[in-house]
Nanobody, 123 residues
Framework: QVQLVESGGGLVQAGASLRLSCTTS????????MGWFRQAPGKEREFVAA????????YYADSMKGRFTISRDNAKNTVNLVMNSLKPEDTAVYYC????????????????WGQGTQVTVSS
């Protein structure tokens, strides 16, 4: 059974940082591209960042470039997202996802999803 479990969300003030983690089990993690998405109330799921199976390539949404950093540890089957300079508009549920065929920005490309972790940024 494939499981992706996110952690690290919480309530922070604008300008603060958070580190999200996603621990996976039940899949050959090092063969999967991994992505982070987010969804705010009333909005569509939005691409945040992605990383290739090896970790050698990363990809960010424009609004996250320079603030967010995605990384992975294939020995621990974990993908992380460090978020700096958080803004109230970053408030959302953040999801990690696994994609066997790549590490794109389209959520439909991802086969497996976690349950999400809430990030709330107060002004």
């Amino acid at each position: 059974q494939v499981q992706l479990v996110e952690s690290g969300g919480g309530l922070v003030q604008a300008g603060a940082s958070l580190r999200l983690s996603c621990t996976t089990s039940g899949l050959p993690f090092s063969r999967y591209g991994m992505g982070w998405f987010r969804q705010a109330p009333g909005k569509e799921r939005e691409f945040v960042a992605a990383i290739s199976w090896s970790g050698g390539s990363t990809y960010y949404a424009d609004s996250m470039k320079g603030r967010f950093t995605i990384s992975r540890d294939n020995a621990k089957n974990t993908v992380n997202l460090v978020m700096n300079s958080l803004k109230p508009e970053d408030t959302a549920v953040y999801y990690c996802a696994a994609d066997y065929s790549g590490y794109g920005r389209q959520y439909r490309e991802y086969e497996y999803w976690g349950q999400g972790t809430q990030v709330t940024v107060s002004s």
